[in-house]
DNA sequence: GCCGTTTTCGGCCCGACTGTTTTCAGTCG
């Protein structure tokens, strides 16, 4: 699947036009044509043999030219014309906080600097190169300095968790300025995406408290550098070199700040055209008729002023939710308190912290109904994994214990390992005495899409699993896991009645999202689970609740928010 | 370069902050 590997190239033709001064409509146009290839949960390949790359919204003749250049002779035409044009490490200079396509192009042509490196030297060595840029002041200079410091200690966007764990602290601190009406997280923080690039902060507060909230906020323990503080926004690096934005609004455009900084901007960008269509402006003020503002106080008049449904953050991302919103057909999304168990759980049996107890107890404190503890399987040594004989052993412990817990339906399953060739660590015998099977590989996550696709047909095809856990053994930020044909995955998991995993810790978020709606529109099931291996884990349940609303799943979808009766029936199915 | 419920041509989102060319360009979100 060469969907991300085209995409990165239509971004860096952009990145090269910018430099170049091209028409930015045009760039604009590469951007979106990117975005639509990285969004895209089938292999583009699929599409190009069809015929269909032009039904990608952005994408016309000369893109799907494009691409098909790219497939059939491994280049593009276009973008090696760009390249001739622009010293090969030129753009890694947009990547520097601070400076972009114009001040590039001038530092090439006014002072002939070509990277990152030379950039460096030239200010490391004061060699009087940079005196000859127009705009490039002593400020200028040192702020670039500084992004190019700050560039080597930062490793690019942070985990939904890590970030999370920043800005809850963050909003408390601000919770106490004077004056703060209420203060919540937007950006893609309240998108819930896999990462977050920085943290984005949005305060209500009456105009004359806002500059004295914004030193509050500068002001906070955890506060490294400020970068910027006005009248109605300050900036700021947090521990961990991540950046915090703040702005901080009066109520009555309270909803279309939020609206406007929750993003994504792909979003906004289609409610600002609705707008105009409809004589409207829409900004982060309000949405104004004239000089008259005819809604901004929450985010629900704006989209019902716009002749819309509610769009739910998870869900702007310009993926047609601007399309279905419109005529009514937005999904009734599955919530956070919709569900109703926890259906892989670890305890010290294998590699988990807490006891069978413990992890019934606390999946009991909160509310839950029903749970499943999946220990590893043998092959899985280091991590305790269990033999037949140890399994048969836990499976009385569970059941053992489980009659302390008379409200609580507590199954007995497994985490059973699938091996390279898609057969399984267990044999059918032993799978049978279980109530509930996940199958997830553990080893061997680097193998052609075509061999990990049919690896996890097969398990799916075995007599007694009933999900598949993590199904891509991706970890963000550190391992890409498998490419997956996901329609086939799906498919088969849907024929064999099988559930697929969105697993809930923040640094897998596996199925990710665009699996998930891909998987959802196959009809599969899905199961969102936390792996948890303490208590503390479980908590995670959240971030899986954001991943499959972020792929448009409903309750109907998610096994784990049905009722315990109907999930009971459902064990029974297979 | 794409796109069409005023369209196949003429559009294509909006404002804050910063530093510098002291009236605005560049960058960012």
């Known amino acids: 699947m060469k969907n991300r590997e085209i995409a990165d190239i239509f971004d860096r033709m952009a990145d090269l036009m910018e430099i170049l001064g091209d028409d930015h409509f045009r760039i604009n146009s590469y951007r979106k044509m990117a975005r639509a290839l990285s969004d ?19 994408i016309g003749k ?69 005196i000859n840029v127009e705009g490039l002041g002593p400020t200028k200079i040192r702020n670039i300095w500084q ?32 004056g703060v009406q209420q203060a919540l997280a937007a950006g893609s923080l309240r998108r819930g995406k896999e990462t977050i690039g920085d943290i984005d902060i949005l305060c209500q507060a009456p105009q004359s408290a806002a500059e004295a909230i914004i030193k509050h906020f500068t002001d906070s323990p955890g506060v490294q550098k400020v970068l910027a503080g006005g009248k109605t926004r300050g900036s700021v690096v947090l521990a961990g070199a991540v950046q915090a934005d703040l702005r901080v609004v009066p109520a009555e455009c309270f909803g279309a700040a939020l609206s406007y900084f929750t993003g994504s901007k792909e979003h906004n960008v289609r409610l600002r055209e609705i707008a105009i269509t ?61 569900i109703r168990g926890d259906m892989h759980i670890h305890t010290t049996a294998s590699d988990g912290l807490n006891s069978i107890e413990e992890m019934i107890q606390a999946c009991q404190d909160r509310g839950y109904q029903y749970m499943a503890i999946c220990e590893h399987s043998k092959s899985q040594v280091q991590a305790g994994g269990l033999d037949e004989k140890r399994l048969a052993e836990h499976v009385q412990a569970i059941r053992k214990a489980a009659k302390k ?148 799943a409903t309750p109907a979808d998610v096994i784990n928010s049905w009722p315990k009766k109907k999930l009971q029936a459902w064990l029974k199915e297979k």
């Open 405 to 552: 817990f008379p409200k609580m339906l507590v199954l007995a399953g497994v985490e059973v390992d699938i091996f390279k060739d898609g057969h399984l660590d267990f044999m059918a015998d032993v799978l049978a005495e279980l109530d509930f099977v996940v199958a997830s590989c553990h080893s061997a996550l680097a193998m052609p899409a075509d061999e990990a696709t049919a690896r996890l047909v097969k398990a799916i095809e075995t007599p007694h699993v009933r999900c598949i856990g993590h199904p891509t053994g991706r970890m963000i930020n550190s391992r890409p896991g498998f490419e997956i044909d996901i329609d086939k995955v799906a498919s088969a998991a849907a024929a064999n009645n099988v559930a697929l995993e969105v697993n809930a810790h923040w640094m897998r978020l596996d199925l990710r999202d665009i699996h998930v709606r891909a998987a959802v529109n196959r009809g599969a099931k899905i199961i969102i689970s936390t792996d948890s291996h303490s208590i503390d884990d479980l908590d995670n349940m959240k971030y899986g609740v954001l991943t499959a609303r972020r792929g448009w």
């Open 40 to 58: 895209l949960a089938e292999p583009v390949e699929n599409l190009a043999r069809d015929g269909k790359l032009q039904d990608l919204p952005g």
């Open 278 to 338: 409809k004589g409207l402006k829409f900004n982060e003020y309000g949405l104004f008729k004239g000089d008259e503002r005819v809604a901004g106080r929450n985010e629900r008049e704006i989209y019902a002023a716009l002749g819309m449904q509610y769009v739910p953050p998870e869900l702007r991302e310009n993926r047609g939710e601007i399309e279905a919103a419109r005529s009514g057909k937005l999904p009734d999304l599955l919530e956070a308190a919709d």
């Open 62 to 130: 000369s893109a799907a030219e494009k691409i098909q250049q790219y497939l059939s002779a491994g280049r593009i035409d276009k973008y090696e014309e760009l390249l001739a044009k622009v010293p090969p490490k030129l753009p890694e200079l947009l990547g520097v906080p601070g400076l972009g396509p114009k001040t590039t192009a001038k530092l090439w042509k006014q002072a002939g600097i070509t990277s990152v490196e030379e950039l460096r030297k030239a200010i490391e060595t004061g060699d009087g190169r940079l």
């Open 147 to 178: 992004s190019l410091n700050f560039l080597t200690s930062i490793g690019g966007r942070i985990r939904l968790g890590e970030a999370d764990a920043l800005a809850g602290p963050m909003l408390a601190h601000l919770a106490q300025a004077k």
